[in-house]
C-alpha cells in the first residue's frame, strides 16, 4: 500500500469523514485535480449531486468533462482533492489519518455502483446483443445464468430493442447500439449513470432513440451525470447544468438559469456557438 498522506488530506480527512457522510450527496466532489503531464485538465472541481439528480455538463472540448466522468469511474486517478460516491472515498481507504490506495480488486467493487455509457458503443462484437448484457452480472456479481438473462430480456423490452436479442453488434445501427450499452449498464444495477456525450457518435436521426430512452431513465429516478452537447436534452431534462471550461465549473445552476439567461461571458460565447 502506498502512503498519500500530506497535508492537503490530513485538511481533508478531518472536515469531511470520508467514510461515515451520513445524509452526503450521492457524488461529492472536492477540489479535484488531474493533470496529464504538465497539462493541468481538471482545476479544482467542487461539486455536490443528490441521489436523483440530473446533472447535465456542457461545454466546448479540452474543457475536462470527459476527465471529470473518468475520474469518477476511476478510469483516471486523481492528483489532488477527493471524490466520494454513495459515501465513500473513490480510490483510498482511511487508516487513522493516512490515506492509501486502494488495490484493484477494491477499485473493482466500487466501479460496481457506476455506470458507463461511452460515445463509441464498446459492444463485444463477437456477442449479441443479449450475450454483451449478461455477461457483467454473470462474470463480476455472480448471477446466474438464468436470473441475468429474465433481466436482460426486460432491459432490452424497456429500451426497445426486445427484437433484437441475437443480433449482433455489426447487425444494428449506432442507435441500436448506443441503447444495447445502456441496457448493459443498468444490468449492472447501478445507483449513478454516466454519460460521456451518448450521441456524438450517431447519425442526427437516430440521436432521438437514445435520448428517449435517457429521458425515461431520469423519470425513474436515477442519478445521472451527462456530458452533452444536447441543449434541448439538457434544458428538458436536467435538474442542473454545469458549463465547463478550461478545467473549471465556469457556472452552475438550474437550466434555464445557464441555458436561457447565462451570468458568465464564456458561457454565453458558448452556447450562441452551439446554437448557430
Same mark, same amino acid.
Given at each position: ?11 481533508? !480527512?478531518?472536515? @469531511? ?14 477540489? !479535484?485535480? &488531474? ?5 493541468? !485538465? ?15 455538463? +456542457? ?14 469511474? %476511476? ?13 465513500? *472515498? ?7 489519518? &493516512?490515506?492509501?490506495?486502494?488495490? =484493484? ?52 423490452? #424497456?429500451?426497445?430493442?426486445? $427484437?433484437?436479442? =441475437? ?8 442507435? %441500436? ?6 441496457? #448493459?449498464?443498468?444490468?449492472? *444495477? ?5 454519460? $460521456? ?9 437516430? @440521436?432521438?432513440?437514445?435520448?428517449? @430512452?435517457? #429521458? ?10 451527462? !456530458? ?14 454545469? /458549463?465547463?471550461?478550461?478545467?473549471? +465549473? @465556469? ?14 461571458? #464564456?458561457?454565453?460565447? /458558448? ?6
Amino acid at each position: 500500500m502506498t502512503d498519500i498522506l500530506t497535508q492537503t488530506a490530513l485538511s481533508e !480527512v478531518r472536515t @469531511v469523514d470520508p467514510d461515515h457522510l451520513a445524509g452526503a450527496p450521492l457524488v461529492l466532489a472536492q477540489k !479535484v485535480e &488531474k493533470q496529464f503531464g504538465t497539462l493541468k !485538465v481538471l482545476k479544482g472541481i467542487d461539486l455536490a449531486i443528490p441521489k436523483g439528480e440530473v446533472l447535465c455538463i +456542457i461545454g466546448p472540448s479540452g474543457s475536462g468533462k470527459s476527465t471529470f466522468l473518468r475520474c469518477i469511474n %476511476q478510469l483516471e486517478r486523481i492528483d489532488g482533492g477527493a471524490l466520494w460516491v454513495s459515501g465513500e *472515498r473513490v480510490g483510498y481507504h482511511r487508516e487513522g489519518n &493516512k490515506l492509501y490506495e486502494l488495490d =484493484d480488486a477494491a477499485i473493482a467493487r466500487q466501479r460496481r455502483s457506476i455506470g458507463m455509457v461511452f460515445q463509441r458503443f464498446n459492444l463485444f462484437p463477437h456477442l449479441t446483443a443479449l450475450q454483451n448484457i449478461i455477461e457483467g452480472p454473470v462474470q463480476v456479481l455472480g448471477e446466474s445464468a438464468r436470473e441475468a438473462t429474465a433481466r436482460a430480456l426486460a432491459l432490452l423490452e #424497456r429500451v426497445g430493442l426486445a $427484437d433484437k436479442r =441475437d443480433a449482433y453488434p455489426s447487425q444494428l445501427s449506432g442507435g %441500436q447500439q448506443q441503447r444495447i450499452a445502456i441496457a #448493459r449498464s443498468l444490468a449492472m *444495477r447501478p445507483e449513478l449513470l454516466l454519460f $460521456d456525450e451518448p450521441t456524438s457518435a450517431l447519425d442526427p436521426e437516430l @440521436v432521438s432513440e437514445v435520448l428517449k @430512452v435517457m #429521458r425515461d431513465l431520469a423519470e425513474t429516478g436515477m442519478t445521472m451525470i451527462c !456530458v452533452t452537447h444536447e441543449l434541448g436534452f439538457a434544458r428538458d431534462v436536467g435538474h442542473r447544468v454545469a /458549463f465547463m471550461d478550461q478545467g473549471q +465549473i @465556469v457556472e452552475l445552476g438550474d437550466p434555464r438559469s445557464v441555458l436561457v439567461d447565462p451570468k458568465e461571458t #464564456r458561457t454565453k460565447a /458558448f452556447i450562441n456557438a452551439v446554437r448557430h
